[in-house]
């Protein structure tokens, strides 16, 4: 059986990027398959086309799922990723949504897949999307770093370049397969903090939401995301205000925030990027906003 399984194909998208997050090890707190998802509700995207799991997956740790039928019979669904498009007429741009587990085997040849994806669909730029636990206090602004294929590109993202060496997953790997076939590429990480690893954070799903419309020139309407980042804020708040060690903790993490905080304010972007940036949000809105 070919590993891709269409069911449509979305014609006439206009120089499409390629968005891809991976829900286990690349997602800390759910917040990069939170990001894709609530994007490409947003935008209305519709599946067109989904890639076998037979290949790609130990089936004894990423387990399929047995559902009831109109309580009639039984239903295996099988972990899968699956493609789905959105169309952005006040952008410059269509969109195409990758998401689903992380493969267990075989990324290379995954990472091949994807790259022949890529050329079938005539996509023009590749983000993935994923989140870590770090040193973070909840309290601030979810730091996003990354890499970018061009350095203009970064800089007007004021993306924070990381210099991680150490184990990858799959969004790694894809994200250097699509880099070594020539295609432009970003890699978008927001950090979440390793005291809430548990829970899932819409805050830093929100912020990597933000960093993808400047990416690939998109408005997404957040508020509800916004919504559920205030709530998840005051939750936290009041369970680390419970227990005066982890307090403690935080406030050290707060402190060393607001040192490094005050180390970057030189790395503002310019006012010239500001001006584009609001002027795209301003057209993509429409003149009955």
Not at 88 to 94: L, Q
Not at 162 to 189: F, R
Request: proline share 8%.
């Amino acid at each position: 059986m070919p590993p891709l399984r269409w069911e449509s194909r979305p014609d006439g998208l206009r120089a499409p990027a390629l968005v891809c997050a991976f829900r286990g090890w690349n997602d800390a707190g759910d917040a990069a398959s939170a990001a894709l998802g609530y994007v490409a509700a947003s935008l209305g995207a519709e599946r067109f086309c989904s890639i076998d799991p037979e290949d790609f997956y130990d089936f004894q740790s990423t387990r399929p799922k047995v559902k009831l039928v109109e309580g009639l019979h039984r239903e295996i669904e099988w972990p899968e990723v699956e493609l789905l498009a959105a169309r952005a007429p006040r952008a410059p741009r269509d969109l195409i949504f990758l998401q689903g587990p992380e493969p267990s085997m075989r990324w290379r040849t995954f990472s091949e897949l994807v790259c022949e994806l890529c050329e079938v669909l005539g996509v023009q730029l590749v983000v993935s999307m994923g989140a870590l636990l770090a040193d973070v206090p909840h309290t601030h602004a979810v730091p996003v770093v990354g890499m970018a294929s061009d350095e203009a590109m970064a800089e007007r993202l004021g993306l924070t370049p990381t210099n991680y060496e150490g184990p990858t997953g799959i969004t790694g790997v894809v994200h250097g397969a699509v880099h070594d076939a020539g295609l432009p590429c970003a890699s978008l990480w927001a950090s979440v903090p390793h005291y809430v690893a548990a829970a899932p954070n819409p805050k830093a799903a929100l912020a990597l939401v933000r960093k993808l419309e400047g990416l690939v020139g998109v408005s997404i309407d957040a508020g509800e995301l916004e919504d559920a980042a205030a709530d998840y804020d005051r939750q936290v708040s009041l369970a680390v205000q419970s227990d005066p060690e982890v307090q403690a903790f935080v406030e050290r993490l707060e402190q060393a925030a607001a040192e490094e905080e005050e180390d970057t304010l030189g790395d503002l972007p310019s006012g010239d990027v500001l001006a584009r940036e609001f002027q795209r949000f301003l057209r993509q809105r429409g003149p009955d906003s």
